[in-house]
């Protein structure tokens, strides 16, 4: 446990005119308050707020915050009140602890209830008074740090959310060193497994690094010196989490996460720090697409730094980031790097501060608390990996996945508000429906009754409960126009037998029809004449007795031929007889086929028919998606005939390193399948690796199969897949 006298040092070394009487009787306060308690590790209770205190000094925040820190638990905890504690010492000690307090208190049950208004209350809790958030922020930290007492479901809740929560808030206000620790910590209780690994990897290779990082860091220094750039150079392995993170992003092993040590150069200057970049790229060649000016465009969380990547002397790539030592201590800090003491007085955030400008935003509706959903609305931020938190016009929170639209949203509210979806306002302006929506948008849903969901619609949606509504949505509208469709067709041909179709209906007749050609109701037959399933003569033929149909019925459209199905008669309408298509349709060679562009299915593949009247039978793989979308009712078996002979359109993505002659290596072994690529498309992604996708003509699975795996056996190439033949 730091002592008191440890915390009183640190606060005088950042803030000599502090009141150190104050702190001092803050702690006697907290001893004899938690006098007694014990923590499950067996140390006095005390030694918690002791320590959360240490690490608010380390954040250099004011005094009021230390003695918040010591006293953060004394309400929750003990007999004292914030009254008593508002007279002890003073109002605004006593808002500091109340409002942590506060955020402690989550009476939510579900996980995703707790989360959101756990988010909200931080928010909150930030434009009231950033000090609340920070001493919260090391309350968790010591929390997190002497988690390995209690039970392992504890344990997993609060890792959960410190990592959910915590550190991307940590990582928004720019506080890193704490974001770091939070996230290894959370690492560790999480998945300890995959810690442990990597913990001891990155120990094993402990003195090969260190050499390695000794030897850059004096190469870097020297090249510096020579051109004249004062500096100091340190080198240092990532975080074990953010290791972790790019093994699973990029499939990597770790012996192949080149980068897991970073660079710095702090420099005097500004101005010395584009010298350095300049130094860096001369000496060094730059790898394209990985230089960023931080400095001139600071991230939101007030982050400056010069970023490069260069091609270090054993052809290994380097990462440096380069700033002045100011630019330093926001990046550690973040926002604690702001607060000022001069005069003996201590100075928060300077309100004029530009760089403040979203957290001011936040703080000058303090005044419309009342209102929460106003200030949220001017506060947006990308905390959460893959949620978003949106707010209903009401206030009420709605999580929904990253990339949501507000048909996602509409579909949450109810599955009528999303089928009659306009549009949507988001913070009061009008937005189009491919709208991503962000963290604290509030939304609101434009409705109107003549609005249907449409076959776009499945392109913005990322939640199921609005794929599946809008497809049921979108296979009854299918299932309505066959049936106007087929309603149309049995018109004209009951006219022509001399019948009309109003008193055919009435008099149930079509019930009796649909039964005997084993249709589930009347509107199921009609839906199947609309479909070509059923043809309307077969349906004349049983509703008017040959005896009383009139003149044109008989001979008239003779289309009839013996031992012919239905189907295949409806088919052969639109049958063109050019040779082989490798399929057969419930058996029948010679139907006009189609392959669907979004799957192009090839012999070999699972495959479903879908009747697409005058166009003859359209052919999906069995787990193509848009044949979801249609309606199962024109849904036909087809199958290949073994005698296909066409070659077939396929595309196949690559992701691969992005090094020189890999591409070469890679369609060599295309060519070598004896299949032809018709088309490439390369890029390079950020992170320096490609991602091409191929265009090729093949003959069936197996030739796929076999130059997927001959691609995937190239060194540098990471992952081999098939992708829709359209994309
Ligand atoms: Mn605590």
Avoid at 485 to 513: I, N, P, Q
Avoid at 593 to 598: K, Y
Wanted: proline fraction near 4%.
């Amino acid at each position: 446990m730091p002592s008191l006298d440890q915390i009183l040092e640190n606060i005088h070394s950042y803030h000599p005119g502090a009141d150190l009487a104050l702190v001092r009787r803050a702690y006697e306060f907290a001893v004899k308050a938690h006098e007694g308690q014990m923590r499950r590790s067996g140390d006095p209770y005390v030694t918690h707020p002791v320590s959360v205190a240490s690490v608010i000094t380390e954040l250099r925040l004011d005094v009021p915050s230390v003695c918040a820190g010591l006293l953060h638990d004394a309400v929750e905890d003990t007999s004292t009140t914030v009254e008593e504690l508002t007279e002890v010492f003073g109002p605004e000690i006593a808002f500091l602890v109340d409002g942590v307090t506060k955020l402690g208190k989550l009476p939510y049950a579900t996980r995703e209830e707790r989360q959101a208004e756990n988010f909200r209350k931080m928010l909150l809790a930030m434009a009231r008074d950033i000090r609340v958030i920070l001493v919260k922020f090391c309350d968790r930290l010591d929390n997190m740090r002497t988690l390995d007492h209690l039970p392992v479901e504890k344990q997993e809740r609060i890792a959960t959310e410190t990592l959910q929560i915590y550190s991307p808030l940590a990582h928004r206000l720019g506080i890193q060193w704490m974001k770091i620790e939070l996230e290894d910590l959370c690492f560790k209780y999480l998945q300890p497994g995959e810690y442990e690994q990597i913990k001891q990897a990155v120990a094993r290779t402990r003195r090969d690094r260190e050499r390695y990082i000794a030897e850059t860091e004096r190469r870097i220094q020297g090249e510096m010196a020579q051109a004249g750039v004062a500096c100091e150079v340190s080198g240092r392995a990532k975080h074990l989490y953010s290791i972790h993170q790019k093994m699973r992003r990029t499939g990597m092993p770790f012996e192949d996460i080149h980068d897991a040590i970073g660079f710095r150069v702090i420099t005097k200057s500004t101005r010395a720090c584009y010298e350095a970049l300049g130094v860096a790229h001369s000496v060094w060649q730059p790898i394209p697409g990985r230089f960023k000016d931080y400095i001139a465009l600071p991230k939101p969380n007030m982050y400056q730094s010069l970023h490069t990547a260069v091609i270090g002397p054993r052809g290994e790539r380097i990462e440096i980031q380069i700033r002045t030592e100011d630019m330093h201590l926001v990046a550690e800090q973040g926002i604690a790097a702001h607060w000022k003491y001069k005069d003996g007085e201590s100075h928060g955030v300077r309100r004029d501060d530009k760089k403040f400008a979203w957290l001011r935003q936040m703080m000058e509706s303090q005044k419309d608390l009342d209102d929460p959903t106003e200030f949220i609305e001017s506060v947006k931020m990308d905390l959460f990996g893959d949620e978003v938190y949106v707010f209903t016009p009401q206030g009420d929170v709605k999580a929904l996945p990253k990339g949501a639209c507000p048909i996602d949203y509409a579909y949450s509210i109810h599955s009528e508000v999303g089928d009659q979806c306009s549009g949507a306002r988001v913070n009061g302006v009008i937005v189009p429906l491919r709208y991503q929506l962000r963290n604290g948008d509030t939304v609101e849903i434009i409705t109107s009754p003549t609005q249907k969901p449409n076959k776009d619609w499945l392109k913005l949606v990322k939640t199921s409960r609005a794929r599946t509504k809008i497809r049921h949505r979108l296979r009854r509208e299918q299932r309505e126009r066959a049936q106007a469709m087929g309603k149309d067709l049995l018109e004209k041909t009951l006219r022509k037998y001399g019948a009309s179709y109003a008193k055919t209906a009435k008099h149930g007749d079509l019930e009796r029809v649909a039964k005997e050609l084993k249709c589930h109701s009347a509107e199921d037959l009609l839906c199947n004449v609309g479909y070509g399933k059923v043809t309307t003569r077969q349906v004349a033929e049983k509703v008017v007795p040959e005896d009383k149909r009139g003149g044109g019925g008989k001979k008239g459209d003779g289309i009839v031929e013996e031992g012919v199905g239905p189907l295949q008669q409806a088919l052969r309408k639109v049958t063109r007889r050019t040779g082989t298509t490798g399929i057969k349709v419930q058996g029948e060679d010679g139907v006009l086929v189609r392959f669907a562009r979004c799957c192009s299915p090839l012999p070999g593949d699972g495959i479903v028919g879908f009747i697409t009247r005058g166009r003859g039978v359209t052919v999906h793989t069995r787990g193509c998606p848009k044949a979801l979308d249609l309606d199962p009712e024109r849904r036909i078996d087809v199958e290949w005939d073994g005698k296909a002979s066409g070659s077939h359109p396929v595309a196949i993505q690559v992701l691969c390193a992005d090094k020189p002659g890999l591409l070469a290596h890679i369609s060599q072994s295309f060519s070598d399948s004896g299949v032809n690529i018709t088309q490439a498309h390369c890029r390079a992604t950020e992170d320096g690796r490609a991602v091409n996708t191929f265009h090729a003509r093949v003959y069936n699975l197996d030739q796929l199969k076999s130059v997927i795996r001959s691609v995937s056996r190239i060194k540098g190439v990471y992952a081999v897949d098939r992708v829709a033949a359209d994309a």
